[in-house]
């Protein structure tokens, strides 16, 4: 395989976040198992399509290594927390979650920008905007779920977010 077309602490904080990615999808696992449990079909459903778009994240992590000439480095996986009381702990646990993801991929850009590894920059600002996306739904599922606290509220915000994800398309 030729030279890496990347600088060395580049290729250390894509490393970093590949397996972040790959960690954020067993924590998603993790989340959808519990609602599974509890019931709430719509949250399970939600947080397994979050586990694949963690996978992806990861592919496109590593596609962009492996065509600058790089083997990715996948590293162990701790087991992700699995125990919550609420489904609101639940939430907030996503969006801590989704700010250590922003957090890391910032650390990549940052890296690529002092490195003047422009592709990496333009390859990061992808993933800077979609964690824009992202936060922004962890927030609004707290506040949903802190704001259904009549009796069924959960469940109705449950079925209503099981129907939006069917009326979900996929991208071409």
């Not at 519990?34 to 596609?63: M, P, R, T």
């Not at 993933?127 to 704001?147: D, K, L």
């Amino acid at each position: 395989m030729p030279k890496s077309k990347i600088p060395a602490h580049v290729i250390e904080a894509l490393n970093r976040q590949l397996n972040h990615e790959l960690s954020a999808a067993q924590g998603y696992r993790a989340l959808s198992a519990w609602c599974a449990d509890q019931n709430l079909i719509g949250f399970a459903s939600y947080f397994a399509k979050q586990v694949n778009e963690e996978h992806d994240h990861a592919g496109k992590i590593s596609a962009h290594m492996i065509d600058r000439s790089v083997v990715p480095v996948l590293a162990a996986l701790a087991a992700p927390r699995q125990n919550f009381k609420s489904l609101l702990e639940v939430a907030q646990h996503a969006q801590e979650m989704e700010h250590t993801n922003t957090e890391g991929i910032n650390s990549v850009y940052e890296a690529a920008l002092a490195a003047k590894d422009y592709a990496s920059q333009v390859f990061m600002q992808w993933f800077i905007n979609e964690q824009v996306e992202e936060e922004a739904w962890c927030i609004e599922m707290v506040e949903r779920i802190q704001a259904a606290n009549c009796a069924g509220g959960l469940s109705d915000l449950d079925r209503h977010i099981e129907r939006y994800l069917s009326r979900e398309t996929p991208a071409a």
